[in-house]
């Protein structure tokens, strides 16, 4: 199975700042990478997909890079609803393992 | 728009079964691949099942796979996850998701682009 590992795991930011958070995926994963927000309570949502792909209705501040085993997300001008936990997630192979997950807070 | 609504969560014994569902509106049901997934409380996130929207293939976790059984029922738009054989580590949030695919660079792509709000599923005695 394909290990996730996301660091850092917690983070801490002000409003309008420009942050990354890093994927790494234990073997080459090209670039199946998707990426979520989730607040608290409530479901995940869909940011980024094939690593770099904005899904649909998504702020243009979320973008996403990476290849093979090394991924980013970037949020710039962070706003206070970007505050929530962000899960990369391989598509490669199955299963389809998320990273433990990075609390983005203020 | 599309939306999924779980239900049937609720607390168990170990070793007993529950059956949740998943009614899908907004979207063409009966060609989507659907997935469920959970989580822990205060967790990450973990696949558990996905089955296929035309042949109804399913395919399984291994920490699930002979207790847990995916199904679907495409006339009335709804998802299905049978959980037997319950245990204390079985217990979390259950999300459904529709699974969808893009191709895309002439690869296909798959990401889970709908959520359910999830139902809670509580395995303790």
């Known amino acids: 199975d394909i290990k996730m590992t996301q660091s850092p795991s917690s983070l801490s930011a002000s409003v309008g700042d420009r942050i990354t958070i890093t994927c790494r995926a234990s073997q080459n994963i090209r670039t199946y990478l998707n990426w979520y927000q989730q607040k608290p309570g409530k479901a995940p949502k869909l940011l980024i997909y094939?690593?770099?792909s904005l899904q649909t209705g998504v702020s243009s501040r979320f973008s996403g890079s990476g290849s093979g085993t090394d991924f980013t997300l970037t949020i710039n001008s962070l706003q206070p609803e970007d505050f929530a936990h962000y899960f990369c997630q391989q598509s490669y192979s199955s299963p389809r393992s998320f990273g433990q997950g990075t609390k983005l807070e203020i | 728009e599309a939306q999924l609504l779980e239900s049937g969560g609720g607390l168990v014994q170990p070793g007993g079964s529950l059956r949740l569902s998943c009614a899908a509106s907004?979207?063409?049901?009966?060609?989507?691949?659907m997935c469920w997934v959970r989580q822990v409380a205060g967790k990450g996130l973990e696949w558990v099942a996905t089955i296929s929207g035309s042949r109804s293939t399913a395919y399984y976790a291994d920490s699930v796979k002979g207790r847990f059984t995916i199904s679907r029922d495409n006339s009335n738009n709804t998802l299905y996850l049978q959980l037997n054989s319950l245990r204390v580590e079985d217990t979390a949030v259950y999300f459904c998701?529709?699974?969808?695919?893009?191709?895309?660079?002439?690869?296909?792509?798959?990401?889970?682009?709908?959520w359910g709000k999830g139902t809670t599923v509580t395995v303790s005695s």
């Open positions: 998701a529709k699974d969808t695919s893009t191709f895309l660079n002439s690869n296909y792509y798959y990401y889970m682009d709908v």
């Open positions: 094939a690593a770099s």
């Open positions: 907004g979207f063409t049901f009966g060609s989507s691949d």
